[in-house]
């Protein structure tokens, strides 16, 4: 069924919009978070981590934890991905530094944050991913695996993030924990959902690395 159907390839500025879009919504879902204190998952939740303990911008964290990634995209994934990888992560290295000076919550209920912050990440997730997009970190090796294995992406970062949220046990409340997994699944579950071959007809690999 999938082989007559007429297949094209992401055009350029298709990729620009994808990466445009999908680090806005990524960024905005994590600002949500920071700022109810919840947890989102992958390298994005180590930083988020690490600006709870030590009170420094969650920006700097994500973008230095994603260096040591970057050589596993180069040597699997191609220096195009790992070319669109980095600018995605730069992107949201700047969104999430500006968007608190952006928009502000005068109230904002934590369990709306956890679903609509989970909904926002998954999306914008689900954005990058179809246009063969990565955002660091546990992302990368996701997306390795699926292609490599044939093991779902989403289920790849729901696994490595329950070990994220395992050790937020010493940071976060109960309650905020709670909120922080029921997002956690929402995110994962967008992107396991939606970002299968059988169902995705876009041809994402590069003809060339």
């Known amino acids: 069924m999938m082989n007559s159907v007429n297949q094209q390839r ?27 204190t919840l947890l989102v998952g992958s390298i994005a939740g180590l930083a988020l981590l690490l600006h709870y303990v030590t009170d420094q911008g969650f920006w700097l964290f994500f973008f230095v934890l994603n260096l040591p990634f970057y050589v596993l995209a180069w040597r699997r994934m191609g220096w195009r991905f790992t070319a669109r990888t980095f600018a995605a992560v730069c992107l949201v290295t700047v969104e999430t530094r500006l968007t608190p000076g952006w928009v502000d919550f005068a ?60 050790a937020a046990c010493f940071v976060l409340t109960p309650q905020r924990l709670a909120l922080s997994v029921m997002g956690a699944v929402v995110a994962n579950m967008i992107v ?18």
């Open 107 to 166: 109230v904002l209920n934590p369990v709306y944050a956890a679903l609509a912050g989970g909904g926002l990440i998954g999306t914008g997730l689900l954005i990058l991913f179809r246009h063969r997009i990565g955002l660091g970190g546990i992302n990368i090796l996701a997306l390795y695996l699926q292609e490599r294995f044939g093991i779902r992406a989403g289920y790849v970062q729901l696994g490595l993030d329950a070990a994220i949220l395992t």
């Open 10 to 36: 992401h055009k350029s500025y298709e990729y620009l919009a994808a990466l445009g879009i999908g680090t806005l919504l990524v960024s905005l879902g994590t600002v949500l978070y920071a700022k109810a």
């Open 192 to 209: 396991a959902m939606n970002h299968r071959a059988d169902r995705y007809l876009g041809l994402t690999a590069d003809p060339a690395r």
